[in-house]
């Protein structure tokens, strides 16, 4: 991390994915591998290619927000939505319903839609502090 922390704005922005990194993926030796896989790319001078792929995905999500579509326009959120509905169910409303009635049922929750959802809970909070982040860089 230290190659990184050289780098002015740019270090502070890997400093923070890599925090959110940490705190996102539970499994600490794939936190640590994805955090190297990254380290390597921007070390490598492959960090143009990763700009561009990170481009790309932005204007993917920028046209499906601008899009015609409620539902093109709205399909993370409600996805999201829908996945917090269901840990809101096994962990509030299961356990307190539970002590009224037994005709309460428990939601399946795959790992990989919790998965999909600390990443997507991840990837918020890496765009909301990007955001802040070349905020205070056009500032100076």
């Known amino acids: 991390m230290s190659f990184l922390a050289a780098l002015p704005i740019i270090g502070d922005f890997f400093e923070g994915l890599f ?4 705190k996102a993926v539970l499994d600490k030796d794939e936190a640590n591998k994805l955090k190297s896989q990254i380290e390597t790319i921007v ?4 960090i143009k290619k990763f700009e561009a792929d990170m481009e790309a995905r932005s204007k993917i999500v920028i046209a499906e927000a601008q899009g ?6 709205n399909w993370r959120p409600i996805l999201m939505l829908s996945i917090v509905a269901i840990v809101v169910n096994n962990y509030i409303l299961f356990p307190y319903l539970s002590m009224f009635t037994d005709k309460v049922v428990i939601l399946e929750l795959p790992n990989a839609l919790f998965n999909l959802m600390t990443v997507g809970v991840g990837g918020y909070i890496v765009g909301r502090s990007g955001e802040k982040i070349i905020d205070k860089y056009k500032d100076k």
Do not use: E, M
């Open 19 to 22: 925090g959110v990194i940490d």
């Open 43 to 46: 070390q490598n001078g492959d």
């Open 68 to 73: 015609k579509s409620a539902l093109q326009r």
